[in-house]
């Protein structure tokens, strides 16, 4: 789990997985009630960022804090609207967050072995218990089979989904945009791919397949200041934990 969520790379892929599918969420309209995300898509993708890293690095009374600051703050904005998040819709960001830290480690470097599949849904379910999330699943192979359930039931492309991506090409630029929509079509599952008709290029994938020589370089600052608009390069050098 701190492997993962200490290297930048890893994180900027599933923060490029989850963009995708959070937008065809079924319950996709709670961001546009704050309108913080659609404001500011990378922003809030680098204060999420930030609320992991102050939960996975720190100690178990340190990250129960930050737990309760979380519920706090999601019981502030269903008293603001008058109703209340589903339950499904938690554990839905929740299983997106194991899901693409799994895929991007595996596009990246390898695919994660049994007992490490386990300590990382291991980790994940103590944080989703300290979000008083229910009915998670118990271990890593029954979560699977919910998985998949959750992506043919909650998703939907919706008006939602495009004013997302309108405001992901606003905040990118183009030719980030363009990166972007070919990272998604490498990570995402087929559910997603399908429902954002996304199609991967042979010569992108061979850049992501080949990037740890780029790293051995040290061309890893290189590479993400053409991924990430310069006004956030100072912040993600501050990800870095490994």
Known sequence: MRK??????????????????????????????????????????????????????VSEEEAQRTLNRINAAHRTVERQRGDTIPDWAFRDVLYMLIDYSERAHALLYRPLSPSERNELYGAFLRIGEGLSISQ?????????????????????????????????RVHLGIWRYYLLLQVQALLVPDEVRRMLRLNSNSLISGLVHTYGILTTFNLRSVVHSLLVPPRYWAELRQFDRI
């Not at 900027?12 to 961001?31: C, M, P, Q, T, Y």
């Not at 998670?136 to 997302?164: G, I, K």
């Open 4 to 57: 993962i969520w200490g290297d930048p790379d890893l994180i900027l892929l599933i923060f490029a997985g989850s963009a995708a599918e959070f937008a065809l969420n079924r319950a996709v309209d709670w961001l546009f009630f704050t309108g913080k995300i659609p404001r500011d898509p990378i922003g809030r993708l680098f204060s999420t960022v930030r609320y992991a890293q102050e939960i996975v690095f």
């Open 136 to 168: 998670l699943p118990e271990n890593y192979a029954d979560w699977r089979h919910d998985r998949r359930l959750h992506l043919v039931r909650d998703l939907t492309y919706s008006r939602h989904t495009a004013m997302l991506f309108r405001q992901y």
